[in-house]
């Protein structure tokens, strides 16, 4: 194989969380006065950090979100969560390669380590993340975009960033890994392809990214 480190993105590459999250982001703004749609949240959310969310929210309208806002949207998405959530079709087999080839991989992810936490003791895949393989944007000082997160997983597992990989399915994701001088491989599962073109390479199936790392 020809990286020395893989690092994956949690929501939509792991687990098939992103459907729920934005459904009920789109459905919170609603309700608060911020009109979103599900497609709007897709659009402008997805792959982000929350910080993003009060950001955009202040630069269109001028209003705060309320002080509790990522309080109360964690406690519907992880109910929600809870009752729902499923890994990625295949990402499971990927994971079992990964071990049987002693290839190191880690997550990185802008959830928070909360949600990360929650969304794979949901799933199951709580097995194959010990705490030393998990990264969150609350770990630096930037979400991406910025390469700040991907760089600082590298660093902490001790593996140069042009030998990594990044798996990503956001375009914010595609960004921050070309910015930190990752290759990344781009999941078009929920995302047009032509939103992830900054991709070394793109894949629509998980089942597929196996063969794609041999």
Not at 65 to 78: E, K, N, S
Not at 81 to 109: H, N, Q
Not at 160 to 178: F, I, T
Request: aromatic share 8%; hydrophobic share 40%; with cysteine.
């Amino acid at each position: 194989m020809r990286y020395d480190l893989i690092l994956f993105d949690n929501d939509g590459v792991l687990v098939d969380s992103e459907p729920i999250s934005n459904r009920h982001l789109a459905a919170y703004l609603t309700e608060l006065g911020h009109p979103t749609t599900y497609e709007d949240s897709i659009r402008d959310y997805m792959g982000a950090a929350l910080h993003r969310v009060h950001d955009l929210v202040l630069e269109r309208t001028g209003e705060r979100l309320p002080a509790d806002f990522d309080d109360v949207f964690h406690a519907r998405v992880f109910a929600a969560f809870e009752r729902e959530l499923r890994p990625v079709a295949g990402v499971e087999g990927v994971l079992e390669k990964l071990a049987a080839d002693g290839m190191p991989y880690c997550v990185a992810s802008s959830g928070s380590h909360e949600r990360i936490r929650v969304g794979h003791r949901a799933t199951g895949l709580d097995r194959w993340f010990e705490d030393d393989r998990i990264f969150s944007s609350q770990d630096v000082g930037r979400g991406k975009p910025a390469p700040d997160l991907f760089l600082y997983a590298a660093q902490r597992m001790g593996v140069a960033p042009e030998r990594c990989l990044v798996v990503e399915d956001s375009p914010l994701g595609v960004r921050a890994a070309v910015a930190a001088g990752m290759d990344v491989y781009g999941f078009t599962a929920m995302t047009p392809p032509e939103k992830l073109a900054g991709a070394t390479q793109l894949f629509s199936n998980m089942g597929e990214l196996a063969d794609l790392l041999v």
